[in-house]
């Protein structure tokens, strides 16, 4: 059975989707089948794969409100290694329209059951907030993966998180677990940086991974050419990184 991992954080601009989108690339070299379902109204994920979000016949909108089979909305990127189910922004109708909905919280959990035997992992890249698509991602998940950036109110998001986390374990989905917290656009010249990541060190210890993710203008490049990092500068140092957390993660499943 696979693993779904949502990749979420409500602060916007921590490396959410790059991360979803360039773990899912480096996860599929590791020759595990993965899937990575956009459920950002922005459609960012998408776009990063080289996805149209606009002319699909199906997105994760579809999944969610309309009962469309999981399987029908996936996009296979054959070049890439992995496969895609697309966000755009009809998802912001769900956001409302979920309010009123049947089994609302459970709505996805439900749609990834049907499909989860056929992947390894399985990313979610959910929006920048605690609505009814990041309830849904959780409820769905095995695990969180958190991504930080390493500045100042770094801190203060993540606790609120943190509580978010504990109350869903004690309500809807009990075997939820932190994946990891992800120290993002790390900069190791900068004091500021290296503050903050020794207090998440301080309070999170073994559950922030060891491996962390630079500042690469390679990585930022990337998104503009529809590709992961591994297919648009392998050597680069981003490549690298994921690469490297891909293995960290597929390392801790062992233990």
Known sequence: MGKIIAVTNQKGGVGKTTTSVNLA?????????????????QGNAAMGCGV????????SYDVLMDDVPASAAVVVRDELGFSVI?????LTAAEVQLMNADRKELRLRDALGQITSQYDYILIDCPPSLNM??????VAANSLLIPVQCEYYALEGLSALMTTLKNIQNTVNPGLYLE???????????????????QLLRYFGDQVFRTYIPRNIRLAEAPSHGLPILAYDKSSR??????????????????
């Open 25 to 41: 690339a480096s996860l599929a070299a590791a020759k595990r089948r993965v899937l990575l379902m956009d459920l950002d109204p």
């Open 52 to 59: 149209d979000k606009d002319n699909v016949a199906y997105s």
């Open 86 to 90: 697309p966000g755009n922004a009809d």
């Open 133 to 138: 698509l990041t309830l849904n991602a959780m």
């Open 180 to 198: 990891g917290i992800l120290r993002t656009m790390f900069d190791d010249r900068n004091r500021l940086t290296k503050d903050v990541s020794e």
């Open 238 to 255: 981003g490549a690298v990184a994921y690469n490297a957390l891909a293995e960290e993660m597929i390392n801790n499943e062992k233990k």
